[in-house]
């Protein structure tokens, strides 16, 4: 499952954010950060994990985490890295699919937030591969797509401007990716029952029976 994720970030956190990308922290070649695979295709700049760079992260790590839509979506257990990453006018990602393994967690879903408006730069799509052919997402300022860390995927060639996104990791409760989407799905069920204006209670109560006993059964603490 992908998803589409407006306005994850306050204004005040994208704007502290958008400033560290310009200009604010120190840049280093990706290929840093990358698996001996990814390496090959890798061309883009990664922040330094400097002091503004750590507390602004800590801010987007709890944004993330109290979104509605990651966590019913996601699941998470918790986020397993963050990278500020910038890609100037040539720079591209090659086809990949990240690594199962980050800091000693399993990596279920990845995630591109999106900082600066698609308009400030040409080029630069994420290109997904899905069974039905692949798709292109260059999405606005402080939206996100959220994806299987399955997923080959790959960021076309920058022609202009530049592209300033960060990319994370999410270890979930639930491994299994059609277990994710269920309960997403039964999610949004209640939500449509608890917005009707007279709520049938003995549904909204079966259903949320079932939420809890599928994240019983299937849910890793």
């Known amino acids: 499952m992908l998803l589409q994720i407006a306005q994850v970030l ?11 990308a310009e200009s604010g ?21 990664q922040a330094r994990p400097d002091a503004a760079l750590k507390t602004a992260f800590a801010q987007v790590e709890k944004a993330l985490l109290a979104h509605e839509l990651v966590a019913a979506a996601g699941r998470p257990k918790s986020i397993v890295r963050l990278l500020l990453s910038r890609y100037e006018t040539g720079m591209s990602y090659g086809t990949h699919v990240d690594d199962a393994i980050m800091s000693g967690q399993r990596t279920d879903l990845s995630f591109t937030l999106f900082l600066n408006a698609p ?3 040409e080029g630069g799509s994420l290109v997904v591969d899905e069974p039905a052919g692949e798709r292109a997402f260059k999405l606005d300022a402080s939206s ?4 299987p860390s399955t997923t080959l995927h790959r960021v076309e060639p920058v022609t202009s401007g530049k592209r300033l996104v960060i990319v ?4 979930s409760l639930v491994r299994d990716a059609q277990e ?14 608890r917005a009707k204006p007279e709520q049938d209670g003995a549904t909204l109560e079966l259903m949320l029976k079932t939420r809890s006993n599928l994240l019983r059964k299937w849910a890793e603490d």
């Open 168 to 171: 994370g990791w999410i270890r």
């Open 25 to 45: 922290a120190q840049f280093v070649d990706g290929k840093q950060t990358a698996g001996w695979h990814a390496k090959q295709r890798k061309n883009n700049l």
């Open 10 to 20: 306050p204004p005040a956190l994208l704007s502290q954010c958008l400033a560290l």
């Open 144 to 147: 996100m797509l959220l994806y």
């Open 180 to 193: 994710r989407e269920i309960l997403f799905d039964l999610e949004r069920l209640i939500a449509l029952q």
């Open 119 to 121: 308009e400030q730069y």
